[in-house]
């Protein structure tokens, strides 16, 4: 229910008028007030008709301010009904409750000519981080108060722009209500909370690595690159070489086509080489066979690719956020970094590695950091510096999950 206005309130107090407030708002208890029902028809007509047109604005608290083309209402909400501390009306002087008068060291007359009032100020205080809007009086009624400052409502905002608008529509209306200047007192730009620059971008594609390519055709995908097959292919001929050289060689002892050496258990040494040899040529041959040569990162599934099969598919639903881990050095004035990673942390726990980049770089473009300590922080453009975290950035948007950087130091 609302307040009632001053010009439609009549009121007949059987017994002693109780008056209380608090730092943020005042309230006015009647303990028994005895409202005729005809002004109270004449509100509740009144609210039915200007509630169309009233415009709100909450203020810190428990504050409403009601205005609209020839009202300005300051109300005090803390209570079970609403009180109106303030009201001003075009052209009529601003009047206010007994407590509002307390609080501020006004006249309990209730009423402040608009010739007593200088101007309507806004302004923002560092020392409170808050909007304050009140009101500058003449030097003529300031000495008897001992200020010329008399606030109405605030708002705390420490990041400044938050509440500007609102305050400021709040002053102005004010101020076109009783027909006096606003003032808008800018805050002091040093004190302001600065604007964070924007991060800068993500590297271009494609990104280059010891045995991938991140790039995108269509979707984002990891190339393995063909010196990786090559080079397990001259491993693999190269273990056969090895293998058959060893094995030619200790059968050749053992049936005594040659002396046998010393120590004697050599050639059964070398059978042992050979057949160790073979076991790692068909690791390689596996490997060749099996291992994907294209990831394929969308935003429904991650899906791992030998030709045309699928090796193995992780779902979005099932990722976490993306890990991109890194063995560095902890001396030395260049960022070392041994060993690298990028996986998807799955939600049971478990992850699924992605890039494996498995020699050391030294990159003297990577500013060393301050901090050298193991740790796992959240992974962004504005920390983000070697290509690996950039390719985990790329990965991450894709999927649109989480980074993350593990840092491990050696």
Not at 165 to 185: C, K
Not at 375 to 391: G, T, W
């Amino acid at each position: 229910m609302r307040a009632l206005p001053y010009s439609l309130i009549k009121l007949r107090l059987v017994s002693g008028l109780v008056a209380r407030y608090t730092d943020y708002s005042l309230e006015v208890t009647y303990p028994w007030i005895e409202i005729q029902q005809l002004w109270l028809g004449n509100y509740i007509d009144e609210c039915n008709k200007s509630d169309k047109s009233m415009e709100r604005i909450s203020a810190a608290g428990n504050l409403i301010i009601e205005n609209d083309p020839i009202v300005w209402r300051l109300i005090a909400t803390n209570n079970d009904e609403p009180r109106i501390l303030v009201e001003a009306e075009m052209g009529k002087p601003v009047r206010y409750i007994e407590a509002f008068a307390t609080k501020r060291k006004l006249s309990n007359s209730g009423i402040l000519p608009l010739d007593l009032i200088q101007r309507v100020v806004l302004g923002w205080s560092q020392e409170d981080q808050s909007w304050h809007l009140g009101l500058l009086l003449e030097s003529a009624i300031a000495e008897s108060r001992g200020s010329r400052w008399c606030e109405l409502a605030r708002w705390p905002d420490p990041d400044v722009t938050i509440f500007s608008d609102v305050a400021t529509q709040a002053g102005r209306t004010l101020a076109r209500t009783i027909a006096r200047p606003f003032n808008f007192i800018e805050p002091d730009s040093a004190l302001a909370k600065p604007v964070a620059a924007p991060p800068p971008p993500l590297r271009s594609l494609p990104l280059e690595f010891d045995q991938w390519k991140l790039l995108r055709q269509s979707t984002l995908q990891l190339l393995r690159s063909s010196e990786w097959a090559r080079s397990k292919w001259l491993r693999l001929i190269w273990y056969g070489v090895l293998a058959s050289v060893y094995f030619v060689l200790s059968l050749v002892t053992l049936r005594g086509v040659i002396a046998l050496p010393k120590p004697e258990f050599l050639p059964y040494l070398g059978l042992g080489v050979g057949a160790f040899l073979i076991l790692v040529m068909l690791y390689t041959l596996f490997q060749l066979l099996n291992q994907p040569g294209r990831i394929v990162i969308q935003p429904d599934a991650v899906r791992a690719m030998r030709s045309n099969t699928t090796s193995w598919q992780v779902d979005r639903d099932v990722v976490e956020a993306v890990y991109v881990s890194e063995v560095v050095n902890r001396k030395g004035k260049k960022q070392i970094i041994y060993h690298g990673e990028i996986n998807l942390c799955l939600k049971d726990g478990r992850f699924q590695r992605l890039l494996e980049q498995p020699h050391s770089i030294e990159d003297d473009d990577i500013p060393k950091p301050k901090d050298t300590d193991e740790r796992i922080i959240p992974l962004n453009l504005y920390n983000a510096q070697s290509d690996l975290q950039m390719a985990g950035l790329y990965v991450a948007q894709a999927l649109n999950v989480d980074c993350r950087y593990d840092r491990r130091v050696k």
